[in-house]
């Protein structure tokens, strides 16, 4: 089962005509944002050498991820149908980053590829009215790593609603206060991530603290968001100690928010761990099982993954997917800030649920086809027309973004053997056809989804993409070699840090600069040779 944000029964007020654009930091705060993430996510800077960086972290064997296979490629006549839900999940972005920051290689299955592409706003249009709540956009252009193959970009875009005109929140802090916690980079970050959201809070807002160690305990009840000071003051108190109780605090924290429940607003619980939970309900199906009941209630789950060393990636992330809700890493202040506040109306506010995709391939024009990603979001075929089965959720101005690489008829670069007595693809139609994409959403509200239809086209003359379909295949070819870069046709790091380069643009928080510091730490770290950047425009 698959899911991310929900919020169950709330309604989206009504938007004036002529939606106003959600308040942006000025120029000289986004230029300093950008500037301290260069300095801060890459600690050493680009002087630092490996060995400095390598001394900064232990080793990963403890920590636990889902085992990832990636997409094969898939022969368009055996297998014309390819679907799945959406994902708006961004932990494995930084928390890559922070793997790379420390001057090592994440291990292979910390790399979810969707992820790292989906950390990205590729400032596709947003939707030409709140009949639909986002955009569906598709480009074709050749694949930078292989120029007889072609990439097919999908991209969707929510509408954005200002922070004053979202519904009012009800968010139960799940703070882990376990021994395991007691380190720079958990507990104490833990509290200056709830801070940032704190200063978020409205008067019609309310937050309750629960935490758990070896017992769960309340340590605030449902506060008004304009009594900043009592919460502060109960997130400042909090000390790290003791063993897990994991299960016991998401029980609790669950019954907190039902008896402080908004009827149509924003209902969650925001788990903050390292994920080491070692006394009471520790078996990982009964924790899910756990959070599967709670879907029901109205309330979402948002997990935030913190630490290094023991941190549980996968039951993060999992517990998330099951509890309707988003999963985030958080490694540095300025990433709390990109999930808490800047990013604040897509994490709570859901204004379609159950996003699924399905792609039919014309086997005249695309003989094999590959998914960048998704793995852990694939669907069967016949779940797509299942309003039964569950999906993803898309939030208030979140960007999602799938990638294919396509092999069309008569490549040189076909991966496949092409059989003898094989079927071969029916002529008919129009050739240029690429595929058939269809979507299926429901209102937050609603059990019935709706469905959306589009031909993609191949275009007159195919050439290197647009700006955005050029980053996304850097990210996506940057996610790719560090799993090893099997489809990647000797496509090395360096020339990805080229592609992004040339691809970027203006990039007011510096998110962009810094991907391009990544790369060129992964292309050490695993070429052994540094990549030439171009400087782009704040």
């Not at 080793?59 to 297998?79: G, K, W």
């Not at 029980?251 to 209902?267: C, K, M, Q, T, W």
């Not at 709706?450 to 996506?476: H, M, W």
């Amino acid at each position: 089962m698959v899911a991310q944000p929900v919020v169950v029964g709330s309604a989206i007020p009504a938007a004036p005509a002529s939606e106003p654009e959600p308040a942006r930091p000025a120029p000289k705060l986004a230029k300093q944002r950008a500037d301290d993430r260069s300095s801060a996510n890459l600690s050493g800077g680009q002087a630092a050498t490996v060995a400095d960086l390598q001394a900064q972290t232990g080793p990963a064997d403890t920590e636990r991820y889902a085992e990832i296979v990636a997409n094969p490629v898939l022969a368009t006549l055996d297998q014309p149908l390819s679907t799945f839900s959406v994902d708006v999940d961004t932990g494995a972005y930084s928390n890559v980053r922070r793997f790379l920051s420390a001057g090592q290689l994440p291990p292979t299955d910390a790399v979810r590829v969707e992820e790292l592409i989906n950390y990205f706003d590729y400032d596709y249009p947003l939707p030409a009215s709140l009949a639909q709540p986002f955009s569906v956009n598709t480009e074709l252009a050749l694949a930078p790593w292989n120029g007889d193959r072609w990439l097919l970009q999908v991209g969707l875009k929510g509408f954005e609603v200002p922070r004053e005109r979202l519904p009012a929140s009800n968010l139960v802090f799940l703070l882990d206060v376990s021994g395991s916690m007691n380190s720079p980079d958990k507990l104490p970050l833990v509290q200056t991530a709830m801070r940032k959201l704190v200063s978020q809070l409205r008067p019609q807002d309310r937050v309750s603290i629960v935490v758990y160690a070896g017992a769960a305990g309340l340590v605030l009840p449902p506060t008004g968001g304009d009594e900043q000071a009592t919460i502060l003051a109960a997130l400042d108190a909090l000390q790290a100690g003791g063993s897990t109780n994991g299960g016991q605090g998401i029980e609790l924290a669950y019954r907190v928010a039902r008896e402080a429940f908004i009827e149509g607003g924003v209902n969650r619980v925001i788990l903050a761990t390292d994920g080491d939970f070692n006394v009471g309900t520790v078996d990982q199906g009964a924790l899910e099982d756990l959070v599967s009941r709670q879907r029901s209630s109205g309330v979402a789950l948002t997990t935030l993954g913190f630490g290094r060393g023991n941190y549980n990636d996968h039951l993060a992330e999992r517990l998330a997917n099951l509890g309707d809700g988003n999963h985030a890493y958080i490694d540095t202040e300025l990433e709390a800030h990109k999930v808490l506040v800047d990013e604040l109306g897509a994490n709570l506010l859901t204004i379609a649920k159950d996003v699924k995709i399905q792609i039919e391939f014309n086997p005249a024009v695309v003989a094999e086809y590959r998914l960048i990603g998704y793995e852990n979001r694939l669907l069967a075929n016949e779940d797509f027309n299942n309003d039964q089965v569950d999906a993803g959720e898309i939030g208030a101005g979140h960007t999602v973004t799938a990638l294919y690489e396509l092999t069309p008829v008569n490549s040189p670069a076909r991966r496949l053997p092409e059989l003898v007595f094989g079927d071969k693809p029916a002529v008919g139609g129009n050739s240029r056809d690429v595929a058939f994409l269809k979507l299926r959403y429901k209102q937050p509200t609603e059990s019935r989804s709706r469905l959306i239809e589009q031909i993609v086209a191949q275009p007159a003359q195919l050439g290197s993409g647009s700006a955005r379909l050029r980053f996304a295949a850097a990210v996506a070819a940057y996610g790719e070699a560090l799993r090893g870069g099997k489809y990647l046709d000797g496509y090395r790091l360096s020339d990805v840090a080229q592609l992004a380069s040339a691809a970027s643009g203006q990039d007011a928080f510096g998110l962009q600069r810094e991907f391009l510091q990544l790369v060129q730490r992964a292309s050490q770290l695993r070429d052994g040779e540094p990549a030439q950047l171009a400087k782009i425009s704040d």
